[in-house]
């Protein structure tokens, strides 16, 4: 007998996905917004999408509980075939939105498309009403409820009909009271900045509970707009970029952006763009790809498709040029904050100078410069004594005030305080010494006019000449002795006064004369870059500079905080001139007018 063989076949199962909790994935899409902010742009967008040209958000109170209502003039809700707004199909056909049917005819400028937006509200507050007129002039409104899959269309009373739309969320969510108008403008500002330019609709945020009307504007950015930017293009679209090049911070972000809707506010949080130039702090603006696509669920995060892997590659040769603009910004700023640094040590100096002994720190000759006043302007190169002790101040007076170049900050103020220059210096007997007072206002700038000044010998003997001037000589007495000395300087009512302390001496020995030769300044300084060195600094006589080892360890540390470099460079400055003005002296001795010097300087530095 013949056996049979038989064959069996495996059944194929197919079939189409279908939810088998309708109310459960409404409740999971209606909490899938994470961002009530974000909630409230989307209700606006939908004024946008309706043609509206005015949108107004209020925020207030009602019955002891705090509502918010969006408001417009669009067209409203579309109506069915007896003229009525179609609520029912806006109820029962969510994750199907008639704008994405209305795309596909070809309606171009309409942002919404997935039929979820108005679940939204559940992230803002416990029910929902939205009204609109039919075309019989009557008003038509909807209620819902949070965690109830009901829904109520009922007719309401009006007095006119009104056009548009009215959504209103009562009460907020517990989390949500204390939402401000403020908040919600500066947020519809930049997500919807571009929707905003570009439809001209009007949006006010009405905050009845702070009694504050806002009006919502385009977001401006600061710094320098970059033209010279190459166009990006790929195969899906054109991308638009408007991108501002500005002082280096935190606050400087990249927005992306999708048909004038903000998707990402700053395009770190995508990994993509974690590197330069986006990540150096450098830009601000946008980055504009109306064909992304995006996760349905909050509309804040991208499909990771190929439309995004063509945007990154056509942003390449945009990413270069905006490397080149950031090298150069670095090098410039670099540049600029050498020439700060040096003003600002150049001037802690110069003060702490007027406070220490003359002939102690007599540093380049310094204090025979600034009582000389010699400044030569027809010199090419200005000299460093009038960057030192001020233009104003070498000459003894400030610029004529009829002088066309001078500015309106240029004028000082009224009095504020009084120095006395040198604040300490020593005299020999029968000798005399000229001393000025320095009046200033608030902003440190010299004051010259309805000043009457006065000197006295507060301690000590000794006498002014010229007692009621601006400049006074002090005449020693013939006896070594300690002097305390004032001036007291009025302007009408205001009145400021200062001290001196001159020590007035004797000695058997006759002083060298002073050799001739030419006089300087405090000299600028310079970086060589020279790591594992120990130097920290070098003071060049020919040039007049301090050589700084900028690969010094100390440095590099300094280096992470503005104000700690700041402070030293002035320390290395300070020891640069205690070991040229106290040269030979023991260390001990040295490490003391290091100290005092510093002590003074830092006072001052700025």
Same mark, same amino acid.
């Given at each position: ?8 076949r495996?059944?194929?199962i ?8 309708d ?8 909490l ?18 309706a ?5 107004t ?29 179609d609520f ?14 209305l795309?596909a ?11 979820? &937006?108005?679940? @939204? ?5 416990e029910?929902?009403?939205? @009204? ?14 949070? &965690? ?12 006119? /009909?009104?056009?548009? *739309? ?7 969510? +517990? ?58 293009? #790929? ?8 991108l ?5 911070? *935190? ?8 048909? &004038? ?50 945007l #990154?590659?056509?942003?390449?040769p ?19 904050? +050498? ?54 101040e ?39 010494k ?5 009046p ?10 309805d ?8 301690? =000590? ?5 010229n007692?009621? =001037? ?15 000395v =004032?001036?007291?300087? #009025? ?18 020995? /006759?002083e ?10 405090l ?27 900028? &690969? ?55």
């Amino acid at each position: 007998m013949a056996k049979v063989k038989t064959t069996r076949r495996k059944k194929k199962i197919t079939g189409k996905l279908r939810i088998g909790d309708d109310w459960n994935a409404i409740t999971i899409i209606a909490l899938s917004q994470t961002n009530p902010l974000k909630a409230v742009a989307e209700f606006v967008e939908n004024s946008i999408d309706a043609q509206a040209h005015n949108v107004t958000i209020v925020r207030g109170r009602e019955g002891g509980q705090p509502y918010l209502r969006i408001s417009d003039d669009g067209d409203g809700i579309l109506r069915d075939d007896q003229g009525v707004p179609d609520f029912k199909f806006v109820a029962t056909h969510i994750c199907d939105s008639i704008k994405k049917r209305l795309k596909a005819e070809g309606a171009v400028g309409i942002q919404g498309e997935f039929g979820i &937006g108005l679940m @939204s509200f559940w992230i803002v507050g416990e029910e929902l009403s939205i @009204s609109s007129a039919g075309v019989d002039g009557k008003m038509y409104e909807m209620r819902m409820a949070k &965690g109830n899959p009901s829904y109520r269309v009922l007719q309401r009373r009006t007095l006119f /009909p009104e056009k548009g *739309t009215a959504l209103k969320i009562k009460p907020l969510l +517990s989390g949500l009271r204390q939402l401000s108008g403020e908040k919600i403008q500066w947020f519809l500002a930049s997500e919807l900045r571009d929707r905003i330019r570009h439809s001209g609709v009007q949006i006010r945020v009405i905050d009845r509970q702070a009694r504050k009307e806002y009006k919502v504007e385009p977001r401006q950015f600061t710094g320098r707009l970059l033209h010279q930017l190459p166009e990006a293009k #790929c195969d899906h679209g054109d991308i638009y970029l408007e991108l501002y090049l500005a002082e280096p911070g *935190t606050e400087n972000r990249v927005g992306l952006y999708r048909a &004038g809707t903000r998707v990402l506010e700053n395009i770190l949080d995508f990994e993509a763009f974690q590197h330069p130039p986006w990540n150096e702090g450098y830009l601000q603006g946008i980055v504009e790809a109306p064909f992304l696509h995006l996760t349905p669920g909050t509309r804040s995060a991208i499909i990771r498709d190929d439309t995004l892997v063509d945007l #990154c590659r056509s942003l390449e040769p945009v990413e270069e040029i905006l490397n080149r603009f950031i090298v150069a910004q670095k090098k410039a700023e670099e540049e600029q904050a +050498s020439k700060r640094i040096l003003r600002s040590v150049q001037r802690a100096l110069r003060e702490a100078l007027l406070n220490l002994p003359e002939e102690e720190y007599d540093w380049f000759d310094i204090h025979a410069d600034m009582k000389a006043g010699r400044v030569s302007r027809k010199r090419k190169k200005p000299s460093l004594p009038a960057l030192l002790i001020g233009k104003e101040e070498a000459s003894g007076s400030e610029p004529a005030a009829d002088d066309p170049q001078k500015k309106f900050f240029d004028y000082a103020g009224p009095l504020h305080s009084v120095r006395i220059s040198p604040a300490s210096c020593v005299v020999p007997v029968e000798k005399s010494k000229s001393l000025r007072a320095l009046p200033r206002d608030r902003s440190h700038r010299i004051v010259e006019k309805d000043l009457t000044f006065l000197w006295r010998i507060l301690e =000590g003997g000794g006498r002014f000449e010229n007692g009621e =001037g601006e400049i006074a000589a002090f005449m020693a007495g013939s006896d070594p002795e300690l002097c305390r000395v =004032g001036v007291t300087v #009025c302007q009408k009512e205001i009145v400021c006064t200062a001290e001196a302390i001159i020590t007035v001496t004797d000695t058997l020995i /006759p002083e060298p004369k002073q050799p001739a030769g030419p006089r300087q300044g405090l000299p600028g300084y310079t970086f060589k870059y020279e790591p594992g060195k120990l130097w920290r600094s070098q003071y060049s006589e020919e040039q007049n500079v301090i050589i700084i080892n900028s &690969g010094h360890r100390d440095f590099v540390f300094s280096s992470s905080k503005k104000v700690l470099k700041l402070r030293y460079i002035c320390r290395l400055f300070a020891k640069e001139l205690v070991l040229k003005n106290f040269h030979g002296y023991p260390p001990d001795q040295l490490l003391e007018r290091m100290i005092e010097l510093s002590l003074y300087t830092e006072e001052n530095l700025k």
